[in-house]
């Protein structure tokens, strides 16, 4: 097998069950990483141990389940806030990041935005990272900015910097674009948004599973991941916020655990996070989630990147060379996050999807859950491929001989 | 059946030159739906003649092969037909029509997207509703 050697993946692909299943008779090879990864045998372990021995509600248990459930749920708070360099007290358990940038919608926006503001996000966004803000810029009376891109697919800061003189209340970035893979300047956004008077929202989908983050040194004011794009569970993500911000806001939802007091006429709110975590939380995914957070840190999220910068080399060297096909976004694998989105003559990509799966590749095809920048892009719809640990040069050759198999049927 | 079957030249061909695609000047009926899977999109109009006959029939669109390559090929069989044989036209004749390829779950929408606007359009003109359960049953 041709390796990244960055670090062992053979063995890596051993620690994952799911690759060792066949899909159509062929050996599976997953470049859907983007959408969502596969688990390892440690995180789906960490689910079953949890179900099996120590099940049980947390924080108002005094027997010894719910002295253990509650350690491991808050243990498991401190790994995924460590993890992207902050404090289990500025960590808020979501269900991903579309309920993050949900929550900073109503819990800071309902209160901070008024009538007339502006908000900012860009054209390369998720709409995850679009449509909460239009329903705060709609239910406020605000109005909703894009920043624009140059044709490299990187942010046209021109256009930032013009935003910023409009004194813009909310700036939401992401870290790096799901389609493109763009990784944009976010210490500089940030702080550039921050003295312009904004708060700051990065959208962190696609970067914490794949390279080294740190909240303190971005300096945003909010940052948001989710679980099952880095090995995790789905269901279980992050928002992480300045504590003396989340203190001011008002809760996301009412209900158990986000209360200090309860009277007829009014309650008093938990302390942070747990004013944001009401009901009965998702203990067992929260829990994956640090085994996930464990098993990344023990490969190295730095190995990581680095496996990623040699695949997407690998990937455009050898993708290029196929005639009609073409890739969208920045070609340089050092300012790009693992993922490829590209268009293969006038194959359509639910056309080329289909005929690779048939090859047991998995690709994703579509709009990538980003209209506004298929738009941009002025096509329909891309292919996209995007990697993570366990992938090797020997899934890129897999993607060669299928698109030269999609490239014979089509008779390109 | 493989992909080199759901492919045949016969779909490429409409996919990439197809009949009936453009816009009617004049026409009783327009209707459009789009797949929000794939993106797919189709709009046909349609000019209805003595008889309640179709007319004219034409269609634009984008999209998938499957998708774009069925639409085409179901205003050529529309042609000329009566609108009662719209309301009879089912999905196992559109399948026929694509000369049966085993589609899977995700893909017989896109096939069956054409149906589903021809089939709109000619109940909205006869005052009726149509419910798209061909397309909803066939996902499971």
């Known amino acids: 097998m041709l390796k990244t050697e960055v670090f062992d993946v053979e063995k890596v692909r051993e620690d994952f069950p799911i690759l060792k299943r066949q899909v159509h008779g062929k050996r599976l090879v997953y470049l859907d990483n983007a959408a969502t990864t596969q688990k390892p045998k440690a995180v789906i372990d960490a689910l079953v141990d949890y179900y099996s021995r120590y099940n049980s509600n947390v924080h108002r248990s005094v027997h010894t389940l719910g002295e253990e459930a509650t350690a491991a749920y808050e243990a498991a708070r401190g790994k995924a806030a460590r993890f992207v360099g902050a404090r289990a007290k500025e960590l808020v358990f979501v269900r991903g990041t579309t ?22 996000t860009t054209l390369m966004e998720h709409h995850s990272n679009i449509v909460p803000w239009q329903l705060l810029a709609k239910s406020r009376g605000a109005k909703l900015k894009f920043v624009g891109l140059q044709p490299d697919g990187t942010l046209d800061m021109g256009s930032f910097e013009n935003l910023l003189s409009e004194a813009p209340k909310l700036v939401a970035v992401t870290h790096c674009s799901n389609v493109l893979g763009t990784i944009n300047d976010v210490v500089t956004i940030c702080s550039r948004a921050r003295s312009a008077g904004a708060t700051t929202v990065v959208d962190g989908a696609q970067s914490v599973p794949h390279m080294p983050v740190d909240f303190g040194s971005i300096g945003c004011d909010f940052y948001a991941y989710s679980g099952h794009k880095m090995l995790g569970p789905t269901g279980i993500g992050a928002l992480v916020g300045r504590k003396s911000l989340l203190e001011e806001m008002e809760p996301f939802q009412g209900g158990g655990e986000m209360i200090k007091e309860v009277f007829l006429d009014h309650s008093t709110w938990n302390d942070v996070p747990h004013k944001f975590e009401a009901g009965t939380v998702n203990i067992a995914d929260a829990i994956g989630l640090g085994a996930a957070v464990d098993y990344l840190t023990s490969l190295g999220m730095d190995k990581e990147r680095e ?30 996050g ?27 095809s579509g709009h990538h859950c980003a209209q506004p920048l298929m738009n941009w892009l002025d096509v329909e719809a891309t292919s996209r491929a995007s990697f993570h640990v366990y992938n090797s040069y020997d899934d890129v050759d897999a993607l060669k001989a299928g698109l030269q198999k999609a490239g014979a049927i089509f008779k390109i | ?17 197809p009949r009936n695609f453009g816009k009617l000047e004049k026409f009783d009926i327009d209707a459009r739906d789009t797949n929000p899977l794939c993106g797919d999109e189709i709009e046909m109009q349609i000019r209805v003649g003595e008889g309640e006959k179709i007319e004219e029939i034409k269609f634009v669109g984008k999209g998938c092969a ?45 096939a069956l997207l054409g149906m589903k606007v021809l089939k709109t359009g000619v109940y909205g003109y006869l005052g009726a509703h149509y419910e798209d359960s061909d397309g909803s049953d066939a996902k499971a």
């Open chain 1, 338 to 364: 693992g993922v490829i989105s590209f268009n293969f003559a006038d194959v359509h990509p639910h056309d080329l999807a289909t005929i690779l799966n048939e090859e047991g590749i998995a690709i994703r």
């Open chain 2, 1 to 17: 059946m493989s992909s080199a079957d759901i492919y045949r030249e016969l779909i490429l061909d409409y996919y990439r030159n």
């Open chain 1, 99 to 120: 309920e993050a940038t949900n929550l900073v919608r109503y819990a800071w926006g309902e209160q901070n935005v008024k009538k007339g503001d502006i908000l900012v």
């Open chain 2, 66 to 110: 499957i998708s774009q390559a069925s639409a085409s090929m179901l205003t050529e069989l529309a042609k000329g037909k009566q609108l009662e044989w719209v309301k009879q036209v089912s999905k196992e004749d559109v399948f026929k029509m694509l000369g049966n390829p085993d589609l899977g779950p995700s893909r017989v929408k896109c």
């Open chain 1, 307 to 336: 496996h990623e910068i040699r695949l997407n080399d690998y990937a455009l060297q050898t993708l290029q060379s196929i005639k009609g096909f073409h890739a969208y976004g920045p070609l340089d694998s050092g300012k790009k």
